[in-house]
């Protein structure tokens, strides 16, 4: 980054009022954008996918953001691999479908070869002098966290360990590594990532915009009321392992550590899942002995969201592809075990998320086209949005920070 953009930057930061939405400059301009890029998607873990979706050797998928592309593969060893999109010739894409099983990666232009490890193999009619040891394709960091995969395309990632430690036990009781997407959907969202993701952080909109929501999840309901609901809840339930409360997100992330969240919710009445009718949607997961009404909200580092049923998890990811418009991907995880058309309807199953989702983008795309306004202010935030306020602070001081 440029003194000159990093001091416009640095200017904007300085004119942000706490505790109010973000000025219009944060959503429009695009040095604001290679910012975040640089600053956050770069620099943190992000969430890619399962291992379910490549069980075998030479499976694949890739996982795209602004102009990135990444291969996650089964290597021949079984390992799960990851490396950019990238051929070291002349920078084609290889991997040109988003999902597929290949005993090598072959370059569709000049037909260079790679292994599933990135090694290069062969390359037709180069000089003599030419070293293939040395340009094998750009390596990823890959993490596995109990199946589900993350990657970081930093030199130097945060550490998962703080994570790994307080959650492990919540990972295996429901069964991460036991779990297997059921169905995955992508929602192309004409605005800014922010938008995307700052909806999803308060619930300040859900009763008025979101009445499917509401109706099963007690978090739509006045602080207050929520707030009794939630302590009755986890009196009921204390010192189960499901009920943690875990806070490092954020600012509260020690040094050199990615931020994580994790805390149970209840639902509302005689709610038991996300689904029609708060019903129960699949097999209970992992370990998972009965249901409790109740739904536990997972986050790992800034962009990567989970919430968690007694028998089905979805995974929530906002992924930009320019300073205005962004993916929102929703997947939903089910036991490995359960069976489609048997034990669960995928309709069903979808229904409370998906509903809820194009609902979102509607909402999102009208934000941003406020935004886009000649006469938008940034306006005070309420109460119920402090969530979001902690995320803009996070945010501000993030997008100049030095390493």
């Not at 800014?192 to 109706?215: D, G, I, M, R, T």
Request: net charge negative; glycine share 6%.
């Amino acid at each position: 980054m440029t003194r000159l953009k990093l001091d416009k930057i640095t200017q904007y930061i300085a004119a942000q009022r706490p505790g109010y939405s973000l000025a219009q400059a944060f959503y429009k301009d695009v040095d604001v954008y290679q910012a975040e890029i640089e600053q956050i998607f770069l620099k943190h873990w992000l969430y890619a996918g399962h291992a379910s979706q490549i069980p075998l050797a030479g499976d694949y998928f890739t996982f795209d953001f602004d102009t990135e592309s990444v291969i996650i593969a089964r290597t021949a060893s079984g390992d799960v691999k990851a490396h950019m999109n990238v051929c070291r010739h002349r920078g084609s894409k290889i991997c040109l479908e988003p999902s597929g099983s290949q005993k090598s990666l072959t370059c569709p232009y000049h037909a260079w070869n790679y292994n599933l490890d990135g090694q290069l193999i062969s390359a037709r009619n180069m000089p003599d002098d030419f070293d293939r040891s040395q340009n094998g394709l750009h390596k990823v960091n890959v993490a596995l966290l109990h199946g589900l995969i993350f990657v970081c395309l930093s030199k130097e990632p945060p550490s998962l360990s703080a994570l790994q430690n307080e959650l492990d036990e919540v990972f295996e009781l429901f069964g991460f590594n036991n779990m297997k997407l059921a169905e995955k959907k992508s929602y192309r969202i004409p605005a800014n990532w922010k938008l995307a993701v700052e909806n999803y952080q308060e619930c300040y909109h859900c009763a008025p915009s979101h009445p499917e929501f509401a109706q099963i999840h007690a978090m739509a309901k006045p602080p207050k009321v929520f707030q009794t609901a939630k302590s009755n809840f986890a009196q009921a339930n204390q010192g189960q392992p499901k009920f943690k409360q875990l806070n490092r997100y954020f600012d509260l992330a020690e040094v050199g550590q990615e931020g994580y969240q994790y805390d149970r919710n209840p639902l509302l009445g005689n709610a038991l899942s996300g689904s029609v009718g708060g019903k129960p949607a699949a097999p209970l997961l992992g370990s998972i002995q009965e249901y409790d009404g109740g739904a536990s909200e997972l986050m790992i580092g800034p962009l990567s969201y989970f919430l968690i049923y007694d028998d089905h998890m979805l995974g929530y990811r906002f992924l930009p592809n320019s300073v205005d418009e962004c993916i929102c991907d929703v997947s939903w995880y089910v036991n490995e075990s359960a069976v489609q058309g048997k034990d669960y309807q995928l309709e069903q199953l979808t229904w409370l998320w998906d509903v809820t989702t194009q609902a979102d983008k509607k909402i999102i795309m009208n934000n941003q086209k406020g935004v886009d306004s000649r006469y938008y202010q940034p306006g005070r935030l309420s109460d119920m949005e402090h969530f979001q306020q902690s995320f803009l602070t996070w945010y501000l001081k993030t997008l100049v920070q030095q390493t």
